[in-house]
């Protein structure tokens, strides 16, 4: 069966400009989450969205991140006017409907700001 | 703020030989949970532990979780290069889907 899917894998981008990363959860997944990873680093918890309650955002580090989610299907994280220090991987997950939330990761989106 | 701390951040063995990582938290948790992560992949998930003093084996891998649900450790017996990763701990509380991650412990196994 399909798994959580990210595109794109990577993206290169130069400094000020907005990128948009998104995540395809696995099907029936009502939890869908968003972490950062730098290089050699653990995850760094960004938002979380559970079915059609408000998301949890108190990872977002900064105005400049927002994150939207359609329904309980695919999430689009935005990064608006990028900096240096955005570049990491961003990494998605999602979780099947209320349990001990074991989560699925995407395989990521390496993010390098020029 | 809960918080899980790992320990040790880093460590680099040979192959045969026996480790174990830690995972230690004041908070206590309704469950705890592995990850491995290999480079240019997402974490994926190797075990969940529940109740408190449970232990679980994976193969060569055995994970406990503490008495006070607070901690918890993962044994590998003759690590293998292939046991190589990163690995990541992380414990769910009881009221909310998130999951606190622990920063992680990078395994070298050399050959």
């Known amino acids: 069966g399909a798994g959580v899917s990210q595109s794109p894998s990577n993206k290169v981008t130069e400094k000020g400009k907005d990128v948009e990363l998104r995540c395809d959860p696995i099907?029936?997944?009502?939890?869908l989450y968003w972490y950062r990873q730098r290089l050699g680093q653990g995850l760094e918890f960004l938002i979380y969205f559970q079915g059609n309650s408000a998301p949890d955002k108190s990872g977002l580090p900064s105005d400049r991140f927002s994150a939207e989610r359609t329904g309980e299907s695919v999430s689009t994280l935005t990064i608006q006017r990028t900096q240096q220090e955005d570049s990491a991987v961003y990494l998605c997950?999602?979780?099947?409907?209320?349990?001990?939330?074991?989560?699925?990761f995407g395989p990521g989106t390496r993010l390098t700001v020029l | 703020t809960q918080l899980l701390e790992q320990s040790p951040q880093f460590l680099s063995i040979q192959e045969g030989e026996n480790l174990t990582v830690y995972c230690n938290s004041s908070?206590?948790?309704?469950?705890l949970q592995w990850y491995r992560q290999e480079p240019g992949e997402g974490p994926v998930l190797l075990v969940t532990v529940v109740t408190g003093g449970e232990v679980k084996k994976l193969k060569r891998l055995t994970f406990q979780f503490g008495d006070a649900r607070k901690d918890s450790s993962l044994h590998i017996t003759a690590a293998q290069p292939g046991d190589t990763g990163l690995y990541l701990c992380a414990g769910a509380g009881s009221n909310t889907g998130k999951l606190i991650f622990g920063q992680g412990t990078t395994l070298q196994v050399k050959p």
């Open positions: 908070s206590v948790f309704s469950s």
């Open positions: 997950a999602s979780s099947p409907p209320p349990g001990l939330n074991e989560q699925f």
């Open positions: 099907s029936g997944h009502t939890a």
